[in-house]
């Protein structure tokens, strides 16, 4: 997970990460050279969950951030998530279930906004267009061609990856802003 300048929202998403159903987890955060309280915020949870390994870094965004993170992820399977945002308390259990049940390479879910001016959630249904799949539990290029890559975005946090898939198909996040 990159971490940068994230002291609003922190607490809660590591509350969200540290009380997931799934208890055989590891939790990679790489502070991107955080100016503000993150990396107290980390250590401080790093030291009360053993999970939590902390990496650092100078500011260089967050794909420099995933990448220096799945360097260090030893789990089969592995999901960017964002220091900003809250998680279901079973998501990494019912993706790391569903990835094994179907042998999956990737494993897509859904997501909310949530507005944190009016504290409301919002469904967001670009995210998972679950209207070009249809009832396909598994579905690829050959299966649905012409729809492959308007299927879900390109945001890391809606994915669950297998790492070994990622490692062979040499996939990794662009040194970009």
């Known amino acids: 997970m990159p971490v940068y300048n994230a002291e609003e929202y922190l607490n809660e998403t590591l509350e969200c990460l540290t009380h997931q159903t799934m208890k055989e987890i590891e939790i990679i955060c790489v502070d991107d050279g955080s100016k503000d309280s ?4 980390l ?3 790093s030291e009360k969950d053993d999970r939590i390994k902390i990496l ?9 951030a995933r990448n220096n993170g799945l360097k260090e992820a030893k789990g089969e399977y592995i ?5 900003d945002d809250l998680f279901e ?15 999956a390479d990737i494993v897509l879910f859904n997501a909310d906004h949530y507005n944190t001016r009016t504290k409301e959630y919002m469904m967001v249904k670009h995210l998972l267009r679950t209207d070009l799949i ?4 598994v579905f690829s290029r050959q299966t649905i061609p012409d729809f492959l890559f308007q299927v879900t975005t390109p945001c890391p946090w809606t994915k669950l990856y297998r790492k070994e898939f990622v490692i062979k198909k040499n996939l990794h996040y662009q040194n970009l802003k």
């Open 56 to 64: 650092h870094q100078k500011n260089l965004y967050a794909g420099v």
């Open 89 to 103: 308390l079973d998501l990494l259990e019912k993706t790391y279930k569903k990835g094994k049940e179907i042998n």
């Open 43 to 45: 250590k401080k949870y």
């Open 79 to 83: 999901i960017f998530l964002d220091s």
């Open 134 to 137: 249809g009832d396909k539990e």
């Open 38 to 41: 993150s990396l107290e915020i």
